[in-house]
């Protein structure tokens, strides 16, 4: 059985952010990172171990076409992803909401 998938606060905010920011740059591109990040979002909680290590005991899944990962954390009862992050951010940031 898979466990359930939870995106932290933080990092559902950043994803708002990020989609209200592509749509504002061309309508239509906002709801296509939506599409990709679903996706995305799917294969982590179908398969979590499929991703591989960033650091230990947090995992990355780069997205397609978008300049942005997903970093989760695979704990006994969940997944569950605590930063949506920017190739072009600081690394320290992702890594600090552990």
Do not use: K, N
Request: aromatic share 10%; hydrophobic share 45%; glycine share 6%.
């Amino acid at each position: 059985m898979s466990r359930p998938l939870f995106v932290e606060p933080e990092a559902a905010a950043d994803l708002d952010d990020a989609i209200q920011w592509y749509e504002s740059r061309s309508t239509g591109l906002g709801l296509e990172f939506a599409r990709v990040v679903r996706a995305t979002l799917a294969g982590i909680e179908r398969a979590p171990l499929q991703f591989p290590e960033a650091a230990a005991g947090i995992r990355s899944a780069v997205l397609r076409r978008f300049p942005y990962a997903m970093y989760s954390v695979i704990d006994t009862e969940c997944v569950a992803v605590i930063e949506l992050f920017h190739h072009r951010r600081d690394p320290g940031r992702w890594q600090a909401r552990r």
